[in-house]
């Protein structure tokens, strides 16, 4: 493994200043809006079926049938009900980049889903950094892996980097 010291080649960390730099915070969020919308559509769709199986003009009405009927249309309500109502609770955590402290928190949603802090590590503790297209790898002062991180885009690797290439290695 070679390591490159970026801060050489570079003095934007060392003229910046507090009230320009800003907290970065990168979560680790699947798609869960595409998964909520389709829940939300296949409830409906279920609801909408449990009604119109008594509406249906050409439906049997005998009366050995009702039971049944009246099963299927009651499981149809209740597991379109659930689906529209279904909530998501990301237990995933959040890598919160703090430049006034020059720390990195994971923060970690507790049974009532708030926020805990479950590491904190200084920026001068950090090993180093590697910056690919759409992630980030920190590694430990042994030169162990100690998080893997998702970028959302240029930008926020940008900041990020930003931040870190005053007290951290950034690696080539």
């Known amino acids: ?68 009927k009246l099963a299927a249309s009651l499981t149809f309500l209740l597991i379109g009900v659930s689906l529209l109502t279904i909530q998501v609770l990301d237990a995933r955590p959040d890598a919160y980049f703090d430049p006034i402290r020059r720390e990195v928190r994971v923060l970690q949603k507790n049974e009532n889903g708030r926020p805990q802090t479950v590491l904190r590590r200084s920026y001068d503790t950090l090993g180093g950094a590697r910056f690919d297209d759409d992630q980030v790898e920190l590694y430990d002062v042994d030169g162990s892996l100690l998080m893997k991180l998702p970028l959302q885009s240029a930008d926020v690797g940008r900041a990020l980097k930003g931040q870190l290439s005053g007290s951290v290695t950034i690696f080539a």
């Open 1 to 68: 493994m070679t390591a490159m010291n970026t801060n050489t080649f570079e003095k934007s960390a060392t003229s910046t200043t507090y009230d320009q730099s800003v907290p970065v915070l990168i979560a680790f969020a699947p798609n869960w809006r595409a998964r909520t919308i389709l829940a939300r559509v296949a409830g409906a769709f279920l609801i909408v079926v449990a009604f119109s199986m008594w509406l249906m003009s050409g439906a049997v009405m005998a009366t050995e049938v009702w039971p049944i």
